[in-house]
């Protein structure tokens, strides 16, 4: 039983083009992230959910979208993406909205921006 | 604010030797400390990690962890290096007074394992 799961695990698209990756926990947790992890494996916290309520909204810009339909689910969507969005994209959840909480990660969506 | 500080981003040993990881964090409040293991090609696993209590937090796969308060440290170390270790290594720092569950990780180290 895979925990954290997200669709697709690779992405190639080209610039200007819209694209979604989906992410779903059967953990059962209350809160959700997702990451953007550079080349470098440089790991930034983009967006965080709890119970489909947005709580963390960093630096990001406003072509990305992330969207809650329920607490399980925390779906990315992108416009107009440009090179610099290749990256690996991971999505977490973890137990509940604490700083006492470690997260769990998905398998990550490498995404290539040509 | 915290900050996490992982020196070297590669870490070099042989097979059978001992492996040590180092990080220090900064933290304004008494952190929570993980330490997380990435496999090539997949997502980030808890190896271990540091609440309160016991300064030594083992781990899986024959790792743990020591928390250093005085030096503000929380080295990650394996007796023995196994040729599965190879792997990049994240230490990260939270605040567990925080409503925002936020994690501040480190730039990494990447562990290779010479046969």
């Known amino acids: 039983d895979t925990a954290v799961s997200q669709t697709p695990k690779y992405l190639v698209t080209q610039m200007g083009n819209d694209k979604s990756i989906k992410c779903e926990q059967n953990?059962?947790?209350?809160?959700m992230y997702w990451y953007k992890q550079d080349s470098k494996k440089f790991l930034k916290i983009m967006f965080s959910y709890n119970n489909k309520e947005l709580i963390i909204n960093e630096t990001v810009p406003n072509r990305f979208s992330p969207k809650s339909p329920d607490k399980a689910h925390l779906n990315l969507h992108i416009n107009s993406l440009e090179l610099g969005d290749s990256a690996v994209y991971f999505c977490?959840?973890?137990?509940?909205?604490?700083?006492?909480?470690?997260?769990?990660f998905g398998p990550g969506t490498r995404l290539t921006v040509t | 604010a915290q900050s996490v500080t992982q020196l070297g981003s590669h870490v070099s040993v042989s097979e059978g030797a001992l492996v040590l990881l180092r990080c220090n964090y900064s933290?304004?409040?008494?952190?929570?400390l993980f330490w997380y293991v990435q496999y090539p090609n997949q997502g980030l696993q808890l190896l271990l990690k540091?609440?309160?209590?016991?300064?030594l937090v083992k781990g899986i796969n024959g790792f743990e962890a020591e928390f250093k308060k005085s030096e503000t440290s929380f080295h990650l170390t394996k007796p023995s290096a196994h040729m599965s270790d190879a792997a990049e290594y994240f230490c990260a720092v939270s605040d567990p007074y925080s409503s925002a569950s936020k994690i501040i990780f480190g730039s990494g180290t990447r562990l290779s394992i010479r046969p």
């Open positions: 977490a959840s973890s137990p509940r909205t604490s700083g006492r909480n470690e997260q769990y």
């Open positions: 953990l059962g947790h209350d809160t």
């Open positions: 933290s304004s409040v008494p952190p929570y």
């Open positions: 540091y609440t309160t209590g016991a300064t």
